[in-house]
Nanobody
Framework: QGPLVESGGGSVQPGGSLRLSCAAS????????MGWYRQAPGKQRDLVAY???????TYVDSVKGRFTISRNNARNTVYLQMNSLEAEDTAVYYC?????????WGQGTQVTVSS
């Protein structure tokens, strides 16, 4: 396993919810802005949301009001709560620092939204 390990993906119907988790080493987690990225089939990998060490969250417009990023500093874990999921949210989701580092990319976790 790499330094960042994602989990929590799955298949849901439109309107459903999932919560993704990313476990990081303390060395990485404690000093970095953490982000969630996603890559849909045939598309580039894009930033979805990020959270500062102080807990300030920022989202891309397409997920505002539906996704919530959070971090548990005691567990060195960052979460992405995804509600009101849409077919367009189907992608492999990854966590990484912001800016991202090539060495930190993990396997990601697949999210499929389909009826």
């Amino acid at each position: 396993q790499g330094p960042l390990v994602e989990s929590g993906g799955g298949s849901v119907q439109p309107g459903g919810s999932l919560r993704l988790s990313c476990a990081a080493s303390r060395t990485i987690f404690s000093v970095n802005i953490m982000g969630w990225y996603r890559q849909a089939p045939g598309k580039q990998r894009d930033l979805v949301a990020y959270i500062t060490t102080g807990g300030t969250a920022t989202y891309v417009d397409s997920v505002k009001g539906r996704f919530t990023i959070s971090r548990n500093n005691a567990r060195n874990t960052v979460y992405l709560q995804m509600n009101s999921l849409e077919a367009e949210d189907t992608a492999v989701y990854y966590c990484n620092t912001l800016p991202s580092l090539h060495a930190y990319w993990g396997q990601g976790t697949q999210v499929t939204v389909s009826s």
